[in-house]
């Protein structure tokens, strides 16, 4: 036997039907001999750019093609045999994602009338053949069909030949050996099966007439082969397959080009907006350095062809200005000088210094970096432009391929096997799934389940194969792929599941291996809420600001930073943020880069942290080994943390080139995946050895860069982020009722929730008014308050059910009249029953009726009337009700706001804490020696980190402030429900204090919810 191609083979990107990877399938091509091997993955092309990897790495040549079945039940295999056919294929597919729902497709012979030039089709006949199938085939693909002979030991496969072949002489079909392919070994036959029965959803038992009865289906042997089907046909795979003249390296991707008016092409159109921009941004005449820096980056965007990707960036960002929307661009690309004077982004990068190669490379040839955050709430304006102007065919979502994971694998393995979904659920809150071992034996058993039992090995071996294999395809959070030609011609198109988007089938990654142009157009709340902001200082205090006007450098600002007050600001909220900044105490605009990154995995990981704020603080001696890294280091006292100051660290003491440095960062950010890290270690040491660095030295700094892991900031991200830490830190240090009303109306965002967010603001002695019909809008809004202040009302978005057209009713016709009494209010409103309820229940209404019994009993006497009555209710005697106890009106107030601006319910049961030995969070703090303590207090947050060696964050609320608890793995353990169920903690453990810094470190905890009787409290748990 001389060879044999593969013409009909599914990968994994087949979704529950192919059970390998293209890796898996092209390295056991590779060890059978094939000559070529075709991805034909069902009317998808999803797994092209894997597979072209897999290729490249095993020297297999790889066919693109595609399976489908159509309406009627007939079944192909599409191959390309050149770039025009491997469009077709791509718009023919298109075609059919979009006809049908998410995740499915619709094809009929109507499809492919016109032939698919460039198509070579192989006909999957059915167990009983339909000539006529084969008739309309040969006609519609004349010259280039082919009936496919597949003989998998499932029947009489002698007789099957003998048929197929006779068939395919009568119809004048020449036949060809494939395989249909599910998988690379015979031994992945049982996840196979699962996936079967996880795409029925249905129990393995209950699909057995779907399951294929052996494991025929896989890449199997030459010999084998040539003992099952006649020479000839192993042959005519060859044929084929030379045939198949397309490589997906043809693929050439063109930028939009129509942004560039006729007469001037595109450098000099982008130099005139930056030159425009650039007057703009230095009124008083552009800085020498400026100057040069801008033709730097000009010269070298358009040696490498990138204009319209600029210009493209420039016009989103124009748009959405337009419409008043605040956006603000980041990445390596957007924190450089022709961004900042075309208006993406508001970092002046003076104030930070951008690496030239992470801006664009001459050796990556990829395209630049640049993503943009728009405000939340706003940017499907956005998205919904770039579709106007480029049109469906040419702009769609990249998409994310949905693995996997520990706990959906487990859930859909234990389902299909038939488990009831009591013990699915309980298999699934069980750890250690992906490492398996000891650990997940333990958990196992701490469930009640025997891991040592024949189903649940069984379960163990099929979650631990289906871990990582793609799930579905989900849009990505914002990355646009925009072309000059359809799309169609490159990538297949499809519908994702929310209305008015379509996504291509591809993913970040297979971009990037493309040469794709991908801009991230990103929702970020705080963008919001800034917005919001300015437009409540601008209405009420006459002050015209934008972000980057904002008073610089400001003491006060800084003091309050300093003193980790910042609850609601953006980044630096966190409790690891709080808990960082009085130690670091930012004091400049570059302090708060170092802050974004501080609190990070890879500083973490990297055992960075410390070094540096010992440096900071004089505590510990900054020591440079040579001139050249203390110019990478000192702006960070010595320690690396930014991506960039690692690839330049490679280039100035390893000896790396830009572009290899830039290969050192992508491997950083794969190793914990791929590995691959090796090669720069040795590489690493050796330039370092070499240029007089101690191996010590070499060897701390390698340690420090794997640190960084996938979890590497760059500065470019961090300083960008930084411009908005300080516009929010700004905003709430002097103008605290206006964020905190912007803040509300941003919801949902950010850490806290807004009964935290309302504590906050009368902490610092702003007046908060409650939800009013007579004065709520849809939104919070501001409010006059004594000695010229501002307080706070609270909008109808507050209460729990309240729509905004139901609040746009009752404004409507407030603004018409005022409201007289309850009945008024629920007729003019046009409010139903459940409406009149919860604006009763909600304390909306006391200002009508006077409290809340009495507002739940005029809204119960409401009646609707017939025009003949009018439009009021019959008047009712009056009825003496009374007021409800300070208990009642704390319940209804979170039951139906989430928050009270009553006595917080630890005040009032702070007699029954105190007999508990139970100390408030006021006198916790005031505590400066360490010591065993009592402390109880409303969970709001719990958080794990990757990075916390197991320890779990909680945040305790009380009438005083918030309280952190670290609670360590051995106390979870021992006390499970409280830990993971209580809104009213009770913690025992040790307080300590540093710097100004408290925790409390957990050593017994005690669920005291009961307490609480049907308080409805919500805590933020393991985001």
């Not at 016709?813 to 409201?819: D, K, P, S, T």
């Not at 009213?984 to 408290?998: A, N």
Request: proline letters at 5%.
């Amino acid at each position: 036997m001389t060879g044999y191609a593969e013409l009909h083979c599914l990968s994994d990107f087949s979704f529950q039907r192919g059970a390998s990877s293209a890796r898996e399938l092209f390295e056991r091509a590779r060890d059978c001999g094939y000559a070529a091997l075709a991805i034909t993955d069902e009317c998808s092309m999803a797994g092209m750019v894997r597979a072209l990897e897999a290729s490249e790495s095993t020297g297999i040549r790889l066919i693109a093609g595609t399976e489908i079945r159509l309406q009627d039940g007939l079944r192909l295999v599409l191959l390309a045999e050149h770039r025009q056919g491997y469009s077709a294929l791509c718009a023919l597919i298109s075609r059919g994602r979009r006809a049908g729902g998410k995740g499915g497709y619709e094809l009929s012979r109507e499809d492919l009338q016109q032939g698919l030039e460039g198509v070579l089709a192989l006909w999957l006949p059915a167990d009983t053949p339909v000539a006529a199938d084969g008739i309309w085939l040969r006609e519609i693909f004349h010259g280039r069909s082919w009936l496919a002979v597949e003989l998998l030991r499932e029947h009489d496969d002698d007789r099957r030949l003998a048929d197929l072949l006779a068939l395919g002489r009568r119809l004048g079909l020449p036949c060809v050996a494939a395989g249909d392919v599910h998988m690379h070994v015979r031994r992945r036959l049982p996840l196979q099966q699962t996936m079967t029965a996880i795409r029925y959803r249905r129990p393995l038992d209950q699909v057995a007439d779907r399951l294929f009865r052996n494991g025929e289906r896989h890449l199997r042997r030459l010999d084998a082969l040539a003992g099952m089907y006649p020479p000839a046909l192993l042959q005519e795979t060859l044929r084929v397959a030379q045939r198949c003249r397309f490589s997906m390296n043809e693929l050439k991707y063109g930028y939009p080009r129509e942004l560039v008016p006729e007469g001037k092409t595109a450098i000099q159109w982008l130099r005139q907006l930056v030159d425009a921009g650039a007057a703009w941004r230095w009124p008083d005449g552009i800085p020498a350095p400026v100057r040069a820096q801008l033709d730097h980056e000009l010269g070298l965007i358009g040696e490498l062809e990138y204009e319209p990707y600029f210009l493209t960036v420039h016009d989103i960002v124009r748009h959405a200005r337009s419409l008043g929307i605040l956006c603000q661009g980041r990445g390596s690309s957007a924190n450089s000088a022709v961004c900042y004077a075309l208006g993406v982004t508001e970092v002046d990068p003076a104030r930070s210094r951008l690496l030239v190669e992470r801006f664009i490379s001459r050796e990556r040839k990829e395209p630049p970096d640049i993503d943009i955050d728009f405000e939340h709430e706003r940017r499907e304006e956005v998205i919904q432009y770039i579709y106007r102007k480029y049109g469906r065919e040419r702009a769609a979502l990249a998409a994310t391929v949905i693995c996997y994971r520990s706990r959906s694998a487990v859930r859909d393995v234990a389902r299909v096997l038939g488990l009831p979904m009591d013990q699915v659920n309980q298999l699934s809150q069980v750890a250690g799934w992906r490492s398996g071992g000891e650990a997940l034996a333990a958990g196992l058993r701490e469930r009640g389940f025997d891991p040592d039992s024949a189903l649940i090995r069984r379960i163990i071996a099929l979650t631990g194969e289906l871990i990582d294999k793609p799930r579905h395809l989900s849009q990505h959070v914002g990355g646009f792929v925009i072309t000059d030609t359809p799309l169609h011609e490159i990538v297949p198109v499809e519908n994702a599941a929310m209305p008015d988007r379509t996504i291509i089938q591809w993913d970040k990654d297979d971009l990037d291996r493309m040469g794709m142009l991908k801009v991230d157009c990103l929702a970020l709340g705080m963008l919001s809420c800034v917005r919001r902001s300015l437009d409540l200082l601008q209405r009420h205090e006459g002050l015209d600001f934008s972000m980057a006007t904002l008073p610089a450098e400001d003491a006060e600002t800084y003091r309050m930073i300093q003193r980790a007050d910042t609850l609601g600001v953006f980044q630096i909220e966190s409790r690891a943020q709080m808990a960082m900044l009085p130690r670091h105490r930012p004091a400049c605009f570059y302090d708060l880069v170092i802050q974004v990154s501080l609190v990070r995995p890879g500083p973490i990981q990297g055992d960075m942290v410390h070094p540096y704020l010992r440096r900071r603080r004089g505590e510990e001696a900054i020591d440079y080994p040579s001139q050249d890294l203390r110019e990478v280091f000192e702006r960070t006292l010595g320690v690396p943390l930014f991506q960039e100051q690692v690839m330049k660290l490679a280039i100035v003491a390893a000896g790396y080139t830009p572009g290899e440095a830039d290969q050192l960062r992508r491997s950083m950010a794969a190793w914990k995946r791929h590995g691959g890290m090796e090669p720069h270690r040795i590489r690493i040491t050796e330039g370092m050895l070499a240029r007089g660095y101690t191996a010590a030295f070499a060897a701390q700094l390698f340690e420090q860069i794997k640190g960084f892991g996938s979890y590497g900031f760059p500065e470019s991200h961090a300083a960008s982020f930084a411009g908005i830490v300080y516009a929010s830190s700004w905003l709430k240090c002097h103008h605290p009722a206006i964020f905190a009303c912007a803040l509300l109306n941003s919801q949902p965002m950010g850490f806290y929730s807004a009964g935290q967010i309302v504590q906050d603001v009368r902490r610092h002695g702003i007046a908060v008014y409650p939800v009013d019909v007579r004065h709520s809008d849809w939104d919070c809004s501001l409010e006059a308050a004594p000695l010229g202040r501002w307080a706070l009302r609270l909008g109808l978005r507050q209460v729990r059910g309240c729509s905004p057209g139901m609040a746009r009713r009752l404004t409507g016709e407030r603004q018409r009249r005022a409201f007289h009494d309850v009945v008024d209010l629920c007729t003019r409103a046009g409010l139903d029953q459940r409406q009149r309820q919860l604006l009763a229940d909600a304390g909306a209404l006391r200002g009508l009726a006077g409290h809340r019994h009495r507002a739940q009993w005029a809204v119960a006497g409401v009646e609707p009337q017939l025009p003949l009555f009018g439009a009021s209710s019959p008047g009712e005697a009056e009825v003496v009700l009374p007021l409800p106890t300070q208990g009642e009106d704390t319940l209804a107030d979170y039951a139906r706001t989430g928050l009270s601006l009553g006595p917080h319910p630890l005040r009032q049961l702070r007699a029954r804490l105190t007999a508990a030995h139970c100390l408030d969070s006021r006198r916790l703090r005031a505590r400066t020696a360490r010591g065993r303590v009592r402390v109880a207090g409303l969970v709001t947050m719990r958080q794990r980190p990757q990075t916390a060696s197991g320890l779990t964050f909680m945040t305790l609320e009380d009438e005083h402030g918030l309280t952190n608890v670290m609670v360590r793995p051995a106390v979870a353990e021992a006390w499970p429900q409280a830990y993971l169920e209580a809104r009213l903690l009770l913690v025992e453990g040790d307080w300590q204090s540093l710097e100004g810094v408290g925790h409390l470190i957990a050593w017994r905890l005690r669920d005291l919810s009961g307490w609480l009787g049907s308080l409805d409290i919500r805590s933020r748990d393991f985001r």
